[in-house]
């Protein structure tokens, strides 16, 4: 006896008629009608009345009948189960992520969307900005957390908020005595460490167009690999660095972070590929939408509707 016995037997007594059940099995009568006599002569018993117009069970046969239909309905659930299963169990979402987003915030959102999709396996890449438009385009990550602005045409860029850049001064430093902010001008006799050192153009770039902005040329004394580095150079007292004021929260005893008396921001931008509909892209969305007000920030408007 196997499930397709089951279900020959099930769709003759449901259309009671051989030709019709045939039909609707899309095979010839004689085959159903020789699975239908091996089905009997295993159980041992006649199911079918097949003197009557139409077809009519016999006892064993209504009693084998209502066994039939409940096996067959719960192999139907089984097999949509692991077929939901199976769909849960590949999904993943790849985040990819500048170091510095760590400190602004990065962190509490992944928690919460772990929260609210424990089946989904997420993964994150470090990647500079520039890596990140590649990235996406090569289906490697799935979302992209950065700080500088490309145009892409494949690519959606949100920038979700503007984070105030401050001075990192090693703590024995003259000017880390200030009381107040300091300015750019300040600065630009001083060693500056930057960071990233490739690929260009990135962040690095950023922190030199302050400086132009206000027509001075800063001195550059290195161009760190990444930002943990530029900070470790700077508590070594090499040099003073730009950095968003979310770094602070590393608590590096040797440092004292200034306001710049300038105005000066880096955005934090969220991107992913034009056209990805995917329910964890939509969770990020709405994940933001929640958190930001929490902290302070107007929710970016491509996210106000989903957080409503």
């Keep these: 006896m196997d499930l397709r016995q089951l279900r020959y037997f099930v769709t003759l007594v449901n259309e009671r008629n051989f030709t019709r059940a045939a039909d609707r099995l899309r095979i010839a009568q004689p085959p159903l009608s020789r699975q239908i006599q091996q089905l009997e002569a295993e159980i041992g ?12 069970l016999t006892e064993p046969g209504r009693l084998f009948y209502e066994q039939a239909v409940q096996v067959l309905a719960r192999v139907e659930e089984m097999s949509s189960m692991m077929s939901r299963a199976l769909v849960i169990e590949k999904r993943r979402f790849v985040i990819g992520f500048v170091a510095s987003t760590i400190y602004a915030h990065l962190p509490e959102l992944i928690r919460e969307f772990r929260a609210e999709a424990p089946d989904v396996e997420l993964s994150l890449i470090e990647l500079v900005s520039l890596e990140q438009i590649s990235a996406l385009k090569e289906g490697r990550i799935d979302v992209g957390f950065g700080r500088v602005r490309f145009e892409d045409e494949e690519v959606r ?44 153009p ?19 004394a290195h161009e760190a690999r990444e930002l943990q580095i ?30 710049l008396i300038e105005r000066a921001t880096s955005p934090i931008i969220m991107s992913h590929r034009i056209g990805d509909a995917s329910p964890e892209l939509a969770l990020m969305g709405r994940v933001i939408a929640r958190m930001y007000p929490r902290w302070g920030y107007d929710v970016p408007e491509p996210f106000r509707q989903a957080g409503s």
């Design 45 to 56: 018993a006649e199911l079918i009345d097949r003197s009557a117009r139409p077809l009519r």
């Design 157 to 200: 860029r949100t920038v979700l908020r503007e984070e105030q850049l401050v001075a990192a001064i090693p703590a024995g430093h003259p000017l880390a005595k200030v009381d107040g902010p300091v300015s750019l001008r300040q600065l630009a006799d001083e060693p500056l460490i930057l960071y990233p050192r490739a690929p260009r």
């Design 202 to 220: 990135g962040y690095a770039d950023q922190v030199i167009a302050l400086f132009h902005d206000i027509g001075v040329e800063p001195r550059i």
């Design 230 to 259: 530029a900070v470790g150079l700077v508590a070594a007292e090499e040099g003073v660095s730009i950095v968003p004021v979310s770094v602070q929260k590393s608590r590096v005893s040797d440092i004292r972070y200034l306001p």
